[in-house]
């Protein structure tokens, strides 16, 4: 077993929220239950509802039953945990209950006050995370006014600001309070053991590397479509779209993955150096080459969810051709396509090689039907499948593609763990590889700032629920 993470509290800004409920409480919970959990820690929520210690620890319950029933089994281990969860009432833009928290955490503490270790978590809108932060400092609890051997760390959630301007006023916010090394920006993808895999699958392997560049690669295609619509988070989804919830971050950080040049090493700073530079290489977009390389829509109905506005523009679907203008990728398209309330929920990123230099098994167009291609397929199924052409039986010579397939499932006993277990113990131990440095946000936001510029006053295309996506995208195909 890993060795355990420094005794801590884990601070947790926006208890009450969906995020919280789904996904941090049973994390937690369940990295408690599998012992990875440091010796001495305890939880305290924050929130602005009126909630005693116990209150908090029944809505904790009510969380665990709902999203880590299995949790709750042994009771004893429940009323253990739940002893060390606790709870301060806050208004988050006023200092006062930041006092109160400081109160909360040091009272309990073993250590001199700024010896303890403190982990803060912002699952609250992004609009607030500034303000939570400046707060944090004018009571005492920010990391670089500390004076002995205790650590203060901040994980924040997606989206990181809303654009370049606001993404880099946060950035300046919570590098005047955290130092870059104590800043954890969380996208849960890059806790995806698929997702850590692609590193491996590329520079573990002698064979795919020589192949993975311009010269043999025809294009990539990057593909995360969700087969349900925007679900309750109506007002979240007015505010952001499709392209700050997931092109900004997940999209990108896929195709930087795939991308990037192999680091000098594993460091966290080495690795994400050089996904930086994919970001940097990205080819700007204009309204000319947006014409073509930009297709936004919107699924029908949409304007008749909950907190939406009936005459919302904001889009549900992007299929974006980017190019990469470096060496290794001048000129192969990337297309990411994403989408809400398509016909199927699939992650997948498939690589497709150009055709051999002669085709003498039919006509020239038959390569693409059974074109190599490498399949990384991310979720559901946890595959890689390599896609080459074999000769159908019989007597004429004719090639029908066939797969090779490697399944987590069938060659790995599961190890159970979610990307927000990883994430946590990562941020808990320092180790920030799969978190995203601050000029990577930028990065990406300046990406998707040109792209919402080159498309403004365009209406997102309409397209059919359970569909794949509105009829125009195949325009970026040409
Ligand atoms: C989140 C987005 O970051 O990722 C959601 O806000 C999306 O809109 C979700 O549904 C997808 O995550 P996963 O892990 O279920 O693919």
Redesign the pocket.
Known sequence: MPTKPDNCTIVIFGASSDLAARKLFPSLCELALWGHLPQEYRIIGVGRALFSHEEFRSQVYEKLLRFAPATLQDENFFTAFSQRLFYVRADMSEVTGYHDLYKEIMEASQEPDTCSHILFYLATPPALAPVIVRNLQLAGLGEKTLSCGGWRKLIVE??YGRDLETARELNGVIGGVFSEARVFRI???LG?ETVQNIMVFRFSNGIFEPLWNRQFIANVTIT?A?D?G??D?GA??EE?G?LR??LQ??GLQLLAAVAMEPPVDLSADAVRDEKAKVLRSIRPFTPQNAEHAVVLGQYEGYCAEKNVDPNSTVETFAAVKFFIDNWRWKDVPFYIKAG?NLAE?V?EIVITFKCPPQNFFGPAESCSYSANQVILR??PEETIALRFGAKRPGEAVITDPVYMRFDYKTSFTAVGMT?YHRLLLDAMAGEQMNFIRQDSVEYSWAIIDAIRRAVAGRPPEPYAVHSRGPEGMNRIYG
Do not use: G, M, S, W
């Open positions: 997606k989206p996208d849960h993808y995806k995360i969700e349900f925007i679900r988070r979240f989804y952001a499709l919830d997931i971050n997940h809400k929920t992650t991310i979720q990307p």
